[in-house]
């Protein structure tokens, strides 16, 4: 049986992606939980402390990049790698992204398996960071 690789938190508002994204995770052996607005990625990153959010860039309900912000300025969140998943493929957008401290960014569409790899990549670098 495979052990829990990371466990990742997912905000996005359309609960297809949200799904798809949890059964791709989920089967290569991650822990998921989804949220579809931004209000709710600090709050659920404070208490479950996943090894990294994954957040859309369409949640609406408040900027991406400010919640981006608030997790890195958060003592308790400071430390996850955020990967912003942007639906337009702009350079200001991908900058603005990386400016509000986004450890890395990909536009949608996704290519899911590239997807999985940054963010296997991105716990990797956190993990050793954490214990250097």
Known sequence: MDTVKSRILI????????????????????????????????????????????????????????VCREILEDKLTGHIPVILMLHIDERQARLEALEAGADDVITKPIDIEELRLRVEAAVRLSTVREYA
């Open 11 to 66: 905000a996005d508002p359309d609960p297809d992606v949200g799904e798809t994204l949890k059964l791709y995770f989920s089967a290569h052996g991650h822990e998921v939980q989804l949220v579809n607005r931004a209000e709710d990625v600090l709050k659920a990153a404070r208490q479950s402390q996943p090894s990294a959010i994954l957040m859309s860039s369409e949640v609406s309900d408040r900027n991406p990049y400010q």
